[in-house]
């Protein structure tokens, strides 16, 4: 499976955007598509996670009610649109893909281990 993430730019707080991470190759192995960022200095951090076929979805307490994050299976893609967006988000976005399935619902992925497949990352800069 291969990823490719797009979207970032630079915007100034209170904006939005929306980023796009478009799958390929064994997209059928695909269970869990998650959002992940890395600010400068800091740690990777999980953002938001998506059920590939049942849509559930699940967030970072940081994000919850200002992004949402949701897939087009017709077109292998997985959306993170990010509304009221605040100095603090600025980060490299990276998106990632899961071939385990969610036995045990999708709260668990969390965890970067839990994912197989990484993109490139693509950068978000909030000016405030």
């Known amino acids: 499976v291969q990823l490719q993430a797009s979207g970032g730019g630079l915007v100034q707080a209170g904006g939005s955007l929306r980023l796009s991470c478009a799958a390929s190759?064994?997209?059928?192995?695909?269970?869990?598509m998650g959002w992940f960022r890395q600010a400068p200095g800091k740690e990777r951090e999980f953002v938001a996670s998506?059920?590939?076929?049942?849509?559930?979805?699940y967030y970072a307490d940081s994000v919850k009610g200002r992004f949402t994050i949701s897939r087009d299976n017709a077109k292998n893609t997985v959306y993170l649109q990010m509304n009221s967006l605040k100095s603090e988000d600025t980060a490299v976005f990276y998106c990632a893909a899961a071939n385990e399935p969610p036995y045990y619902g999708i709260t668990s992925y969390y965890a970067e281990t839990k994912y197989d497949f990484w993109g490139q990352g693509t950068l978000v800069t909030v000016s405030s």
């Open positions: 190759g064994r997209t059928f192995s695909i269970y869990v």
């Open positions: 998506i059920n590939w076929g049942g849509g559930a979805t």
